[in-house]
């Protein structure tokens, strides 16, 4: 299927209500309650003939009114206004009680259809894998997940639902203007044809429109973002004004998109507004004349022409709905391309369960490169035994991190194969997996919650005496109960309360917490001093026991304790020396 029909408007609509097939019903009951509004609207302008027609004139009521009186009242022009008056009040007070509760149910079901719609989204997002997030950047999923994904409420409850309702009003108002005056009725939707060919044409240009306008945003949140999360930079280089700049650059261009969109929408509502006083006028001119030769009396022109204006406001309203879906329809369309991205990295079918692995590690002849470009690794093989330490160093670039992340399966191998006890990594199932594995980065990922939260991602479940001895094994239990708040202590984004070295030992502690088989260590003291590299390193020596590990360091020092030593250059690798207690095969 071609992109241009994956993304039809027929089809967005068709995923829309497939997404949303579960609020069928509440959907259901902001329709009926949509409708009921229809009868509502007819009877606003009746006390308004009864006023005008019974009370001031001599015409009697309308046949149905006048069913309910009984006899001795039913010639009172007293009565006739009192009832006018208690007839209007009950009908604006039953009408907007309609809105009221309508309004209710449409924000309860709109937003908990939206949270249903980013929760899809959000899961989806976190199965995709390294090389989508590599290529896309994370502003604009987050601009799909947060600003698109509304969509879905948008286009069901405040689009195609008020369409239906006001396509109801409009036949019922039809109707009731016929049973008046036919020749009025059908004067009054002579507009409706025009109408529908700027609808059409207004449709067909501005989806495009709006899915480049949509870009043009997230790319503004992209600066936001990359300028925010690396503002020690921004701030250390005097880089503020420029910064700047570049946001009011591009917002600049957001802005201008956003007024020619303006533009389009008024001279859209312009022309839907020219249409309809082309056919008001129409009417008011057959009407007086109709009066005049005695055809109407006041009374039931007055009642036309209340209709007629209630006529056009569901076509307007038909007309607004339209301009308008066009946007959401564009958003849909976005969030929909975020769910249709494949994830390079998925289940096997009948993948294997894995509790936890013994640690054997083989790497048959394995290539690898980011987007079909020039091999990071070319053929590399190797064989570490559970339990080996095996030490990685090489220059910057050289595919060391590309390695350790092919182990994981942040990716998998361009050829070549990768075994875990003797099984492709690719047969067993990706959870299982990577609970196999505890990994410490060079720059330690903190979330702004609690040290103790911190500490126990790894295991959720995990006890506050398991925590406080994973803490100490981590030599992070001092510094840790010396805080205020000691474990409640919050950490700050991305931990930055925290200095280099305790968000070292509070990932350590993880480590320990979690308690893998295998252990992959990331340069994880290129940032911190001598000093505070000793104390990490007597925990690290205690983490790697009985673990298969795999460290990766750029000082040779850091690898003394290893049992191999592997040198990654140019993508192969060469065996530097081997231990007694590890097997080891070098490919080149």
């Not at 997230?218 to 946001?247: D, P, W, Y």
């Not at 030769?293 to 036309?304: D, F, N, P, Q, R």
């Not at 803490?471 to 200095?499: K, Q």
Request: charged residues 20%; proline residues 4%; glycine residues 8%.
């Amino acid at each position: 299927m071609t992109p241009e029909k994956k993304y039809s408007g027929l089809a967005v609509f068709r995923r829309i209500f497939q997404e949303a097939r579960s609020y069928w019903p509440h959907l259901g009951g902001i329709l009926l309650l949509g409708l009921l509004a229809a009868p509502l609207a007819l009877l606003l302008p009746v006390p308004l003939k009864i006023a005008v027609d019974s009370v001031i004139g001599q015409e009697p009521l309308p046949g149905i009114i006048a069913f309910f009186l009984p006899e001795s009242i039913a010639h009172s022009p007293s009565i006739f206004l009192l009832l006018a008056v208690v007839l209007q009040i009950l009908v604006v007070l039953f009408m907007h009680l309609n809105s009221a509760v309508t309004y209710v149910f449409q924000t309860y079901t709109g937003e908990r259809m939206t949270l249903h719609f980013r929760e899809r989204l959000f899961r989806h997002l976190q199965r995709l894998s390294f090389m989508f997030h590599d290529k896309r950047g994370t502003s604009d999923s987050i601009y799909r997940i947060q600003y698109d994904a509304p969509s879905i409420q948008y286009i069901t409850i405040f689009g195609v639902i008020p369409i239906l309702g006001s396509l109801a009003m409009l036949v019922a108002m039809i109707y009731v203007t016929a049973m008046i005056d036919s020749q009025l009725a059908f004067i009054a939707l002579g507009v409706c044809p025009l109408l529908f060919v700027i609808c059409r044409t207004y449709s067909m240009r501005m989806r495009a429109k709006y899915i480049d306008v949509k870009e043009m945003e997230s790319g503004v949140l992209h600066i936001v973002q990359e300028v925010m999360t690396s503002v020690r930079v921004v701030k250390a280089f005097g880089r503020e004004e420029s910064e700047r700049a570049r946001f009011v650059d591009h917002s600049h261009k957001t802005v201008r998109a956003r007024v020619k969109l303006s533009f389009a929408e008024g001279m859209f509502g312009l022309l839907v507004n020219l249409g309809i006083a082309l056919g008001t006028a129409a009417v008011l001119y057959v009407g007086i004349r109709n009066v005049q030769s005695g055809k109407l009396s006041m009374g039931e022109l007055l009642m036309v022409l209340a209709y007629l204006a209630q006529l056009y406001v569901p076509l307007e309203s038909i007309s607004d709905q339209v301009a308008k879906l066009q946007e959401s329809l564009a958003s849909a369309q976005r969030a929909f391309e975020l769910v249709d991205e494949v994830p390079d990295v998925v289940d096997k079918p009948h993948a294997l369960t894995l509790k936890r692995a013994k640690g054997e590690v083989e790497v048959r002849n394995v290539s690898f490169g980011y987007n079909g470009d020039s091999q990071v690794l070319k053929g590399v093989s190797f064989l570490a035994e559970a339990g080996t330490r095996v030490g990685i160093f090489g220059k910057t670039g050289a595919g060391k991190t590309t390695l350790v992340s092919l182990l994981t399966r942040f990716y998998d191998p361009s050829a070549g194969q990768i075994l875990l006890d003797g099984e492709d990594l690719r047969n067993y199932k990706i959870a299982d997996l990577r609970n196999q594995f505890s990994i410490v980065l060079q720059e330690p990922v903190l979330f702004s919650t609690s040290i103790e939260e911190n500490i126990a991602y790894g295991r959720p479940g995990a006890s506050k005496k398991e925590i406080v001895k994973a803490a100490l094994a981590a030599n992070a239990h001092d510094f840790i109960i010396a805080l205020p708040e000691g474990y409640d202590t919050l950490v700050g984004e991305r931990g930055m309360r925290m200095s280099g070295g305790e968000r070292q030992r509070i990932a350590l502690a993880r480590a320990f917490l979690k308690d893998a088989p295998i252990l992959i260590l990331d340069e994880p003291t290129s940032s911190v001093d001598v000093h505070t590299e000793q104390g990490i390193m007597q925990a690290i020596e205690q983490l790697m026991q009985g673990r298969t590990t795999f460290l990766i360091a750029h000082r040779l020092s850091t690898l003394e304790h290893c049992d191999v030593l592997l040198e990654i250059q140019n993508g192969g690798n060469v065996a530097v020396r081997s231990g007694i207690s590890s097997s080891f095969e070098v490919g080149s």
